[in-house]
């Protein structure tokens, strides 16, 4: 399955941008937890390339859609947990969670549910200063309307770049790595959730086992804080502890001689190589445990 680029983990939910005015910058360093953050930098190029690897949480929720699985909200972090949120860290990481929950209730067509999920958003981004970025009214509309996948999936791709340009001139580039692995953890949860569910399912089997290798590139993203930073530390060695799980999972790649082709007029290269999945129903009960316990640390 192709896999498509995350945006920023927020699903559909991102729009028009504003432009990053003094007063913004300044209401956004003084709501920090504390001073920026020492250490190295991650560049954004580094960001976008992990960013290039990971499934968006509207192509995996299109996945467990076709699926044949029912909406369950039961999956979901409630969207009245906002006000537990009092840190930037907790804030950033639910930010990503609800930005995968977004696309989840959008998929199948919850706008009910979506408007409360949008209200939360916007609230946890008016929390880190970011709330410059929204713009309620197109999210609105975009939520209601699933049919244009790609346009939604390039506005949010194009939107977490230029939130991620600011938040790295600001010094506060761990955001987005916490946007990014909040996201990335509750669409493998809802995998999770649902492939134990429709335990014959070869695809979504796949699909869990394929984030093994995203895993290993969040986990490199987290290892640049932990020295300066003792949340992004703790959530480290929690990732460490599902690497674990993943150790037992096998992926097997076969390179094959790539192809050209003419596809519209237009010359493609085809890639021919071939990835091998072993992950059994242990495997995936050890992923969904392990996930879970994090899940349950960060959404408390």
């Known amino acids: 399955m192709r896999l498509l680029p995350i945006g920023l983990c927020l699903a559909i939910l991102l729009s028009a941008c504003g432009s990053g005015k003094k007063t913004d910058e300044q209401a956004f360093l003084e709501g920090l937890d504390s001073a920026k953050t020492e250490g190295p930098t991650i560049s954004e190029e580094v960001i976008g390339d992990i960013l290039q690897q990971i499934p968006s949480p509207l192509e995996i929720s299109v996945l467990l859609k076709e699926s044949g699985k029912k909406y369950n909200a039961s999956y979901l ?53 970011i709330g410059q970025f929204f713009d309620v009214e197109t999210i609105g509309r975009l939520a209601t309307n699933s049919k244009n996948l790609d346009s939604l999936l390039l506005i949010t791709t194009q939107n977490f770049n230029t939130i991620n340009h600011y938040l790295q001139s600001q010094g506060r580039a ?82 094959k001689e790539s192809t050209m082709e003419v596809v519209n007029g237009v010359a493609i290269i085809k890639d021919n190589s071939t990835s091998t999945i072993e992950i059994t129903p242990e495997d995936i009960a050890s992923i969904s445990a392990v996930t879970s316990s994090i899940r349950s640390k960060i959404i408390s």
Request: aromatic fraction near 10%.
């Open 77 to 129: 972090n409630s969207p009245d947990n906002t006000s537990k949120y009092n840190t930037n860290y907790k804030k950033a990481l639910n930010l990503g969670l609800y930005g995968t929950d977004l696309g989840y209730t959008n998929i199948y067509e919850q706008n009910q549910d979506g408007v409360k999920y949008m209200a939360s958003i916007k609230t946890l981004a008016d929390g880190l200063s």
């Open 174 to 255: 761990n955001l987005s790595v916490l946007f990014l692995t909040g996201g990335w953890l509750e669409a493998l949860h809802i995998t999770c959730a649902t492939a134990s569910a429709n335990p014959d399912n070869q695809q979504l089997k796949e699909t869990i086992g394929e984030q093994k290798i995203i895993l290993e590139s969040i986990m490199l993203l987290l290892s640049f804080y932990k020295e300066s930073d003792q949340n992004m530390a703790s959530l480290l060695t929690d990732m460490e502890e599902l690497k674990k799980v993943y150790d037992k999972v096998k992926i097997t790649y076969t390179y």
